[in-house]
């Protein structure tokens, strides 16, 4: 094909395959899923060609090892936002796709290759660019707060399955499981503490 010859032969990365002709960055591509039932990530896409316009048609979201278990993608959002045509030079800044979260999901760095398909035409399933993300579930930090004459202590769900404990005295390993059971609002759990006379202590604890 002369075309694709020619547009090889002037070091453009977009040939009649539309392939390479995309710029693609995920601003960021890290993020914390702390508290969240579902992260967006935002990108920018650029049309890397001086002559053909590219046609944005799929994408494709695929997890690595246990985010499997525990992630999902959500495209529809790079449906609705992302334009299906760039023309020449043109630069599309704004969410991409998102990422579901199972409310189970334990604290750990999830990761996933996201990847643009499309082409000359509407009709073009050609990979066109990809990036590598990455989800963030750090263990939770215990929070402390007063609530007229109780406290509460808090922590972001997800991640889940921290267990929250109680000693009397920090000296000893006499930590038992909390008889307050918390509730979950919001993305946080909560767990009412009334006000005590002496020495308590907490911690949330992961089997």
Do not use: C
């Amino acid at each position: 094909m002369k075309l694709h010859v020619f547009l090889t032969s002037l070091g453009l990365l977009f040939a009649a395959t539309a392939q390479g002709g995309l710029g693609f960055v995920l601003t960021p591509a890290m993020q914390s899923g702390m508290g969240s039932n579902e992260v967006v990530f935002a990108g920018a896409l650029t049309n890397a060609s001086l002559i053909d316009n590219v046609y944005l048609n799929d994408i494709q979201v695929r997890f690595t090892g246990a985010a499997t278990n525990w992630l999902a993608a959500d495209t529809n959002i790079f449906f609705a936002n992302v334009p299906g045509l760039l023309l020449t030079g043109e630069t599309y800044t704004d969410m991409v796709f998102g990422v579901a979260i199972n409310p189970s999901i334990p604290p750990g760095n999830y990761s996933g290759t996201v990847t643009l398909a499309g082409g000359l035409n509407i009709f073009a399933t050609n990979q066109l660019a990809s990036q590598t993300f990455q989800i963030s579930l750090p263990p939770a930090a215990l929070n402390f707060a007063p609530a007229g004459t109780n406290f509460v202590l808090s922590w972001p769900s997800p991640p889940r399955g921290f267990v929250l404990e109680q000693n009397r005295d920090l000296t000893t390993t006499n930590w038992t499981m909390a008889t307050n059971t918390p509730t979950v609002s919001n993305g946080w759990n909560e767990a009412i503490i009334p006000a005590l006379t002496g020495n308590h202590f907490y911690r949330l604890a992961y089997p």
